[in-house]
């Protein structure tokens, strides 16, 4: 069975820095391109960032683009999301997201994803 479990979700303060996890099994990881996505409350699911399977492409959305950085760790099944200058509007449920295994292509649509995680809390206080 895949699973994708995130971890590192808490509250933090405006500026802060917070680095989630997340830890994949059930799945040849380094197979797959992943993404990160998040989710605020009354808000459609939004892109925040993808990264190819050997971790060598990256791709943000425009509200990240310079603050977060995605990684992934191949030997530890492990995709990461560092994520700097945290502003109050970055407060959502963030989501980690298995794209293709047979495309190494990193998608912004939530189509593009075959396996999803349940989220992490990200809570950003002004």
């Known amino acids: 069975q895949v699973q994708l479990v995130e971890s590192g979700g808490k509250l933090v303060q405006a500026g802060d820095s917070l680095r989630l996890s997340c830890a994949a099994s059930?799945?040849?990881?380094?197979?797959?391109?992943m993404g990160w996505f998040r989710q605020a409350p009354g808000k459609e699911r939004e892109f925040v960032a993808a990264?190819?399977?050997?971790?060598?492409?990256?791709d943000y959305g425009d509200s990240v683009k310079g603050r977060f950085a995605i990684s992934k760790d191949n030997a530890k099944n492990t995709v990461y999301l560092q994520m700097d200058s945290l502003k109050s509007e970055d407060t959502a449920v963030h989501y980690c997201?298995?794209?293709?295994?047979?495309?190494?292509?990193?998608?912004?649509?939530?189509?593009?994803?075959?396996?999803w995680g349940q989220g992490t809390q990200v809570t950003v206080s002004s």
């Open positions: 990264v190819s399977r050997r971790g060598v492409t990256t």
């Open positions: 997201a298995a794209g293709s295994s047979y495309y190494d292509s990193i998608s912004r649509e939530n189509s593009g994803y075959s396996y």
């Open positions: 059930g799945l040849a990881f380094s197979s797959y391109p």
